[in-house]
């Protein structure tokens, strides 16, 4: 154990770690799990000071993983924050009940008593009853396609007072894109951006990401945009984190819009940003 408690945080569950994988039986560390360790710490510094930032609220705080997997992220969060404290529950929403039902076991075998699993997809979580009507923290780490969008429309839902997302692939705007390409190629010299496939795929996860960071302004969030250093396992290594001020700016919305509409957009109004027409009109922005 000599050379794993160099990485272990006080209180931090080495039996957890081992049910994680990231330490060996005999509680020993190699070098791809010590560099694991260190990249979901990283990680967690993020989830860490946005949790120390929420008002105190009866109960405690909320947070919700989407796409929660093996429920990874959900466990180290709780291990290292909510263990700690009296109140507070994650849920993990998930689609795979398999992976479900493991997390609820694991769960249950290391006593973290306020951790929940649902078998759910991020679109369905949003009608859950299953689910108290605001989550304070909602998290979506390489949440595939349009999950992420989901994550988001959830956290809106819930009034949110931070999220925490890692986007992954996104097709959505690029199949758009792909529809519009031949007049778009006649219309506009900006459309050599996309005119080859691989830069089609590649604007449209760029744009999806900008769209995503501009409907969260324009809902009230301020938003960072960084890398997730030390993820290099994947080439997804974006990260937004979005913190509620409830200052909705106008800009966000009108920028939108345009960009939408420039690149023959408009359709993804009303399946992805469902509230811009209220938005747009709101007198507070």
Request: with cysteine; proline share 4%; glycine share 8%.
């Amino acid at each position: 154990m000599k050379g794993a408690e160099l990485e272990l945080r006080p209180g931090q569950s080495a039996e957890l770690l081992k049910e994680l994988h990231i330490l060996t039986r005999d509680g020993r560390l190699n070098q791809d799990s010590r560099r694991k360790l260190k990249q979901v710490h990283h990680l967690y510094q993020f989830i860490e000071k946005l949790l120390l930032e929420l008002p105190p609220a009866p109960g405690g705080p909320t947070l919700a993983d989407h796409g929660a997997g093996k429920s990874y992220l959900g466990f180290i969060v709780y291990d290292l924050f909510f263990k700690q404290r009296e109140g507070g529950r994650i849920f993990g929403i998930e689609t795979r009940e398999e992976l479900v039902r493991r997390s609820d076991e694991l769960a249950q075998r290391l006593g973290f008593e306020r951790m929940s699993f649902l078998h759910l997809s991020a679109a369905e979580a949003s009608h859950a009853t299953t689910l108290p009507d605001r989550i304070d923290v909602v998290t979506a780490l390489h949440a595939c396609d349009t999950a992420t969008d989901d994550a988001i429309d959830f956290g809106l839902r819930k009034n949110a007072q931070a999220m925490v997302l890692v986007p992954c692939c996104q097709a959505e705007v690029a199949a758009r894109l792909r529809q519009n390409k031949a007049s778009a190629l006649s219309s506009s010299p900006l459309s050599e951006l996309w005119r080859h496939p691989l830069h089609t795929r590649e604007l449209g996860s760029q744009l999806t990401n900008v769209l995503r960071c501009l409907y969260l302004e324009a809902s009230g969030y301020q938003v960072t945009v960084t890398e997730l250093v030390g993820w290099e396992h994947s080439l997804k290594n974006e990260l937004i984190l979005a913190r509620f001020t409830g200052h909705r700016k106008r800009s966000a919305a009108e920028r939108l819009m345009a960009i939408l509409g420039e690149f023959g957009l408009q359709g993804l109004v009303a399946s992805r940003f469902p509230k811009l027409a209220k938005l747009g009109s709101d007198s507070n922005l």
